[in-house]
């Protein structure tokens, strides 16, 4: 070899440096502002001694805080309704795109698709005028229907109402995943499943709905990573209804709000790692259980 | 002939029940592009999802570019640069990597697989108050950089790559091409990468949506308008209204808002024609 080095040698060498580059860019975006979020959260500011090593401190006050647990359980209880709606919408839209018995089906993949391209900010906007009282679009439907509709960003319906925003940015997204997974079922298996005499709607429960598996598995877990970190939406909302949607909302606005209301970088930076710990923890939970529920 | 390729009856319940996700989907869209067209007057004594008052659309479009001395045009351009930059970057270091995993055995490769899959889960945003507090340390809050660095990593995108790379680009092609000699760079630029195409696509536009619609870090990261990104900017002017003395521009937010999401599907159109193609071969391959 030219190099004078075996060429296997050789090889391995420019693995390594294929991937170097975006190796430094992960240690910039994802491991030193980890390693760093730790750092920051055995540690506080206080009035005597200034920045003091505290140990697990921050993370006991965490766990203790009615704060945080109850900004945890708005987006649990988000999470738990507004990820399976989304998802069996998105899941019905793709059979129906694969089913080879809609009409216009790439019209309605890309428009379906389409709000995806919008940004959350953008989309909070434009659901938060029509839910919003100054513009009353709510309030002449409910007078054109005959009925008086709640405020949609009132106590009760302003999580059903962030959920509806979510839920339209994401769920022709996942349609076209859970589409992409379809389009690669080996036609052999159809094949089998026609010979045997089964029905259309067999096709989808022996065929096609265990072969979406693992792609259900994975969007569902990116919808709960999503869900736990809600904030551009209730954020971008607040504007139109500051009572209801407190800076504590979600665990994610608790977090900034603490770092840019209140200085408490430290605190913060544990509830971070709390959050983190949590997304993965349930994450996991999900993957397990999608792994034996269809095993 | 198969169930994937027989043309059937067209099913009516399917087509209405498609028609209805697609109505919720346009809705906002329609209630956009409607009450863009309206003046700050009209916004508020017209009905909702028609037409009213005085068609005021261009003169909308030229507010919403000259007010406070054209600041929206400046958003546009960096909201452009952290894109370009951004997902650019994040596309490219993913397409290297990822081809650099599937393509190549040295030592240490496990690992490294093991992390990156890892951080995958790892949620973003949960990073975005730390990753200030660094940037702040090392003097780059508030500048360009503090936006883009931390979107030049896409675990995602590289895990898209590194499966796609594994069948598209055959072992025996990188072989033939060092039997004749090319080092390991050239044939990556000049036979992989094309062979890549609709996988590179897929990426880019994840990244590119991502990077677009950014809205967290840069809120974080910038606190001098004049770095601001469309998102940032536009949730400012909304928040005009309810701050006390503050002018209320609705109509620019709104008309604001349609001119933000205009250049992102515009690029969804044309890219999503190349993405079709990389899933078709995707299952022609069955």
Redesign the interface.
């Known amino acids: 070899m030219a190099l004078g080095m075996p060429?296997v040698a050789?090889?391995?060498?420019?693995?390594?440096?294929?991937?170097a580059?975006?190796?430094v860019?992960?240690t910039?975006?994802?491991v030193?502002?980890?390693g760093?979020?730790i750092y920051?959260s055995l540690f506080r500011q206080q009035l005597i001694g200034g920045n003091t090593f505290v140990g697990l401190a921050n993370y006991s006050q965490a766990l203790s805080d009615p704060q945080l647990w109850a900004s945890l359980r708005r987006v649990a209880l988000f999470l738990v309704v507004q990820v399976p709606v989304m998802l069996g919408?998105a899941l019905?839209?793709a059979l129906?795109l694969?089913?080879?018995?809609?009409?216009w089906a790439p019209?309605?993949r890309?428009?379906?698709f389409?709000?995806?391209?919008?940004?959350?900010?953008?989309?909070a906007?434009?659901?938060g005028?029509?839910y919003g009282s100054?513009?009353?679009?709510v309030a002449?439907i409910g007078s054109f229907l005959g009925v008086g509709l709640p405020d949609p960003l009132s106590g009760s319906w302003v999580l059903a109402s962030i959920g509806n925003v979510v839920t339209?940015e994401f769920?022709?997204y996942n349609m076209l995943i859970f589409y992409?997974a379809l389009?690669?079922?080996?036609?052999e298996l159809?094949?089998a499943?026609?010979l045997d005499g089964a029905s259309?709607l067999g096709?989808v429960r022996w065929i096609k709905l265990p072969s979406l598996r693992p792609a259900i598995v994975v969007a569902a877990?990116f919808s709960v990573?999503g869900s736990?970190?809600l904030?551009?939406e209730p954020e971008?909302l607040r504007?139109?209804s500051?009572n209801t949607l407190t800076p504590v909302f979600t665990p994610?606005m608790y977090?900034?709000n603490l770092?840019?209301a209140g200085q408490e970088?430290n605190y913060?930076?544990a509830i971070?790692?709390v959050?983190?710990i949590v997304?993965?923890i349930i994450?996991?939970a999900v993957q397990a259980s999608g792994r034996r529920r269809f095993a | 002939m198969t169930a994937r390729t027989r043309v059937g009856r067209h099913s009516v319940t399917l087509g209405v029940l498609m028609t209805v996700m697609l109505a919720y989907a346009w809705l906002p869209l329609f209630w956009l592009v409607v009450n863009s067209a309206k003046t700050q007057a009209s916004l508020f004594s017209t009905f909702g999802l028609w037409f009213g008052g005085r068609f005021a659309l261009w003169s909308n479009i030229h507010q919403a570019l000259t007010y406070d001395g054209g600041i929206y045009v400046r958003w546009l351009g960096n909201t452009l640069l952290y894109t370009v930059a951004g997902a650019g970057g994040a596309t490219f270091l993913a397409t290297l990597a990822g081809y650099g995993l599937a393509k190549y055995d040295f030592r240490g490769k496990r690992v490294i697989a093991t992390l990156v899959l890892g951080a995958v889960a790892v949620p973003a945003t949960a990073l975005a108050v730390p990753t200030f507090l660094l940037f702040s340390q090392l003097h780059l809050a508030n500048t360009p950089w503090s936006v883009i660095l931390p979107s030049l990593a896409s675990p995602f995108g590289l895990y898209l790559i590194w499966v796609y790379a594994a069948d598209a680009v055959p072992s025996e092609l990188i072989e033939a091409a060092r039997i004749d000699g090319a080092g390991e760079v050239r044939t990556f630029f000049t036979i992989s990468l094309r062979l890549l195409g609709p996988g590179v696509v897929t990426v880019l536009l994840f990244t590119v949506v991502a990077t677009w619609n950014n809205y967290f870090l840069p809120l974080i990261m910038l606190s001098d308008p004049k770095w601001y990104p469309l998102t940032v900017g536009l949730n400012e002017w909304n928040a005009q209204a309810v701050t006390v003395g503050g002018q209320t521009i609705f109509n620019l937010v709104i008309t604001g808002s349609l001119l933000a999401i205009i250049p992102v599907m515009i690029a969804f159109l044309i890219m999503q024609r190349y993405w079709r193609s990389g899933l078709a071969a995707g299952s022609v391959k069955q």
């Open positions: 060429r050789r090889h391995r060498w420019a693995g390594l440096g294929f991937i580059p975006f190796l860019a992960f910039i975006a994802l030193a502002p980890l760093y979020a920051l919408l019905m839209a129906a694969d089913s080879a018995r809609l009409r019209l309605y890309l428009g379906i389409l709000p995806y391209a919008v940004p959350a900010v953008v989309a906007l434009m659901w005028f029509m100054q513009f009353g679009l002449s339209w769920t022709g992409a389009r690669v079922v080996p036609l159809y094949e499943a026609q259309p096709i877990i990573i736990l970190q904030f551009t971008s504007n139109l500051p994610n977090a900034y770092s840019f970088y913060s930076a971070a790692v959050m983190g997304t993965m994450a996991a």
